[in-house]
């Protein structure tokens, strides 16, 4: 059967219903009327796309935050890569089976997914040091093509880290435009995301009002090349944001107080410290304003990690986990107060790994990468930099969709994941 509509989903990383509102005439001539998204718990990357593909809310989706602990290795694992993560099901399926393409572009958890065109970040690591840049393609070729066709390479020191800003989004917007205009058939659902705005406003804080409609404007700026190029390709297009920023005042240690407790063990290394997740009772998996707490040391241990976590402040609720994925409590913080994943007080105690961009090691997500630190070539390791935070569910984001069929707005990212399973069954 010939699928015979189009449709562009596009994610704005932080885009939520306060900011549109409050810039509402750097938005304007995109021609865009937004409307509230509610998130839900935890409002973070994975879990909003997460729920956006399969349906299902975190954790049953498979992602309870940016990251999962794996129980069997002792290890967490943040930003992997790997579709496998994510539960069954997704919400295009329809589509494929009625010969419809489907492609994801700076999808997180995309690879090995059952789609026609993938496009991820996937740099190779050196043995003595440094990193080879290259992103994973499907089909083999595609991402030669399309630094061929933009002239430039994907830069990974621009989509995280102290660098990271508006030539990310740039350029996947270069390339978003270069497969919707490929004389290749494109897909007739592609699914793209740009993260700047994110970037920005976790550095600077979105009280920073000239920061942020810098952001905004180049924001719109790119959603604009979006916009044009879809129309012209006879595509539909829905624009979401997966959270809203709001103001980070203040910062919680949830391993400190693990530590302090005698629940969570670290190893020494000279006179550095590292989590010994072996040999701990309790750790804190942390994700902005979530963590999710493993228990490992029995019915005590859970006991007593509940009441020393519930005693921090900054701390607003001490939630019973799924005792799987989701952990065995989950922590969800103060409006203004986030979750960092450092176990120590004295700097000489840090990790090697504290002062780099090193997301795969961290049992954390850590914004301080997004700042410099010292001596030179060195990450921050100052939360109190931080200025922007997300994750509760009470700060709406927002969505638009600019389409030939009326389209209700959706309450949220589930019922616009049911929406887009109904337009996969329809088009």
């Known amino acids: 059967m010939e699928v015979k509509r189009k449709l562009l989903v596009v994610e704005v990383a932080a885009l939520g219903w306060d900011l549109v509102r409050e810039h509402a005439g750097l938005l304007a001539p995109l021609g865009l009327s937004f409307s509230p998204l509610r998130p839900r718990f935890p409002a973070v990357t994975c879990t909003v796309q997460a729920a956006v593909r399969t349906g299902l809310p975190s954790p049953a989706n498979g992602m309870p ?55 991820s970040p996937a740099p190779i690591h050196k043995h003595h040091g440094g990193m080879i840049q290259d992103c994973y393609a499907k089909p083999a070729g595609l991402y030669q093509e399309l630094c061929a066709g933009i002239g430039r390479p994907f830069d990974l020191m621009r989509y995280w880290g102290p660098l990271a800003g508006l030539p ?17 058939p ?18 600077h804080g979105p009280e920073n009002r000239r920061r942020t409609a810098r952001a905004v404007t180049e924001l719109a700026g790119e959603l604009g090349r979006l916009l044009a190029g879809a129309r012209n390709a006879g595509y539909d297009v829905w624009v979401f944001g997966d959270y809203a920023i709001t103001p980070a005042r203040q910062v919680v240690y949830p391993n400190r107080a693990l530590r302090q407790a005698g629940l969570l ?36 241990a859970h006991k007593t990690a509940r009441t020393v976590l519930a005693a921090l402040p900054g701390v607003a609720e001490v939630r019973d986990g799924d005792g799987g994925a989701g952990g065995d409590l989950v922590l969800v913080a103060d409006p203004g107060a986030w979750f960092a994943y450092p176990w120590w007080d004295a700097p000489a105690e840090a990790p090697d790994y504290a002062g780099h961009v090193d997301i795969h090691s961290k049992p954390g997500f850590d914004p301080c990468e997004l700042f410099w630190g010292w001596p030179p070539g060195r990450t921050g390791q100052t939360p109190a930099k931080v200025r922007g935070t997300h994750g509760r569910d009470d700060a709406p984001a927002a969505f638009a969709a600019l389409t030939a069929a009326p389209l209700p707005p959706p309450a949220g990212h589930l019922e616009l994941a049911a929406a887009l399973r109904a337009w996969c069954r329809t088009a």
């Open 168 to 184: 990310a989004t740039r350029w996947i917007t270069d390339a978003t435009l270069a497969v919707l205009r490929s004389p290749q």
């Open 186 to 203: 494109a897909p007739e659902l592609l699914l793209t995301y740009l993260p700047h705005l994110d970037y920005a406003l976790q550095k």
């Open 65 to 119: 935050s940016n990251g999962v602990y794996d129980r069997a290795l002792r290890r967490t694992l943040f930003w992997e890569q790997s579709a496998a993560l994510l539960a069954p099901g997704r919400v295009w399926e329809s589509l494929r089976g009625r010969g419809g393409r489907v492609g994801t572009l700076f999808w997180q958890q995309s690879l090995g997914d059952g789609t026609d065109l993938v496009l």
């Open 265 to 300: 063990a670290v190893r020494q290394v000279g006179r550095q410290t590292y989590p010994d997740f072996h040999g701990s009772r309790a750790l804190a998996m942390v994700d902005h304003q979530a963590a999710h707490v493993f228990v490992q040391g029995g019915a005590a």
